[in-house]
């Protein structure tokens, strides 16, 4: 009975440990790859198309965007859908989702970001982050889980408003009146700014 209660307990720190290391390594993850799309965003002799380019090839390995746009579909819309429906809408979503964040990023040069503890729950790491300006301090939480190419981000909450709450509420509203392919050509269409 006690070498069952000791290997529970071995277990038990084992477990605690690799959590740790995995908040830890996922906030130096995201920190690393923010702190290098400011210091892109800082600097002055970039033109913001190159900047934005720049932003992607660094965020872009961090994101499922796969899993994102899956995700802002639901399970309401995405099982239904055929594969080339699928494939031709998650391009699309990508691509407006990268456009959207890097408008956003954009909008932060001068900013201060300061990083809050990782909180893991069930298989999930969240990091709350704080844009803090002269006048301003914008709350953002990222949202990573395990995927088969290490811890990425599913989901964003800006303010408390989820990116990917949003964009399902968006498309439902499109899809609860017409078809997938009303939401294809929506995508198509340059977002308003």
């Given at each position: 009975?006690?070498?069952?209660?000791?290997?529970?307990?071995?277990?038990?720190?084992?477990?605690q440990?690799?959590l740790?290391?995995?908040?830890?390594?996922?906030?130096?993850?995201?920190?690393?790859?923010?702190?290098?799309?400011?210091?892109?965003?800082?600097k002055?002799?970039?033109?913001?198309?190159?900047?934005?380019?720049?932003?992607?090839?660094i965020?872009?390995?961090i994101?499922?965007?796969?899993?994102?746009?899956?995700?802002?579909?639901?399970?309401?819309?995405?099982?239904?859908l055929a594969?080339?429906?699928?494939?031709?809408?998650?391009?699309?979503?990508?691509?407006?989702?990268?456009?959207?964040?890097?408008?956003?990023?954009?909008?932060?040069?001068?900013?201060?970001v300061?990083?809050?503890p990782?909180?893991?729950?069930?298989?999930?790491?969240?990091?709350?982050?704080?844009?803090?300006?002269?006048?301003?301090?914008?709350?953002?939480?990222?949202?990573?889980?395990?995927s088969?190419?290490?811890?990425?981000?599913y989901?964003?909450e800006?303010?408390?408003?989820?990116?990917?709450?949003?964009?399902?509420?968006?498309?439902?509203?499109?899809?609860?009146?017409?078809?997938?392919?009303?939401?294809?050509?929506?995508?198509?269409?340059?977002?308003?700014?």
């Amino acid at each position: 009975m006690k070498s069952l209660l000791y290997v529970v307990f071995i277990l038990l720190i084992i477990t605690q440990t690799g959590l740790a290391d995995d908040k830890s390594a996922v906030k130096k993850l995201l920190e690393r790859k923010l702190d290098a799309a400011i210091a892109v965003l800082q600097k002055k002799d970039l033109e913001q198309k190159e900047k934005n380019k720049k932003i992607i090839e660094i965020v872009t390995p961090i994101f499922n965007f796969p899993l994102m746009a899956k995700l802002s579909l639901g399970r309401k819309y995405w099982p239904g859908l055929a594969k080339e429906k699928k494939e031709r809408f998650t391009d699309l979503f990508i691509k407006r989702l990268k456009e959207s964040y890097v408008g956003n990023l954009t909008l932060y040069t001068d900013e201060k970001v300061v990083y809050k503890p990782p909180v893991h729950s069930k298989r999930k790491i969240k990091i709350l982050t704080e844009l803090i300006s002269k006048n301003n301090k914008i709350l953002m939480l990222y949202k990573f889980h395990q995927s088969k190419h290490g811890w990425m981000i599913y989901d964003i909450e800006v303010q408390g408003v989820s990116i990917i709450s949003t964009y399902r509420s968006q498309f439902d509203q499109i899809l609860s009146k017409g078809t997938i392919d009303d939401l294809l050509l929506k995508l198509e269409k340059p977002e308003k700014k």
